[in-house]
């Protein structure tokens, strides 16, 4: 009976490692879970907020904090390729569109007026 249960612990060993090596064992970064923009951001060239600059935050469900001169709230949800950002700034409300960054630690914003910001990931 030894002898059958080496042969069969070992073929259990080989299966085991098989499926961990099949679940990220390349080497592979994962992508990470949430939102594809979810962190802080960075504006007008990494100005700080008061300064010329913006912030940007995301969360993981979408929720989004815009901060500049004023506090804004806001959503993001898919838009087709893009995702569109809902901003609300009570005196005023804004919409802008940017692909997910993809690895990237820069994207760019289209806003509803034609303009553009390039935002960077904060330190």
């Known amino acids: 009976m030894t ?12 299966a085991l490692l098989s499926s ?3 679940c990220g064992g390349d080497g592979e970064p994962s992508a990470p879970s949430g939102h594809p923009f979810t962190g802080t951001w960075l504006g007008a060239g990494g100005a700080g907020t008061g300064a010329g600059g913006t912030t940007l935050t995301v969360d993981e469900n979408g929720g989004v904090r815009f901060k500049s001169t004023v506090d804004c709230t806001g ?49």
């Open 75 to 123: 959503t993001t949800a898919p838009a087709g390729e893009a995702y569109r950002f809902d901003i609300d700034c009570k005196i005023s409300k804004f919409t802008g569109t940017a692909r997910p960054p993809k690895g990237a630690k820069t994207f760019v914003m289209t806003w509803s007026e034609g303009d553009t910001t390039e935002f960077r990931a904060a330190p």
């Open 3 to 14: 002898r059958r249960t080496a042969p069969a612990a070992l073929a259990l060993a080989a």
């Open 20 to 22: 961990l090596t099949a």
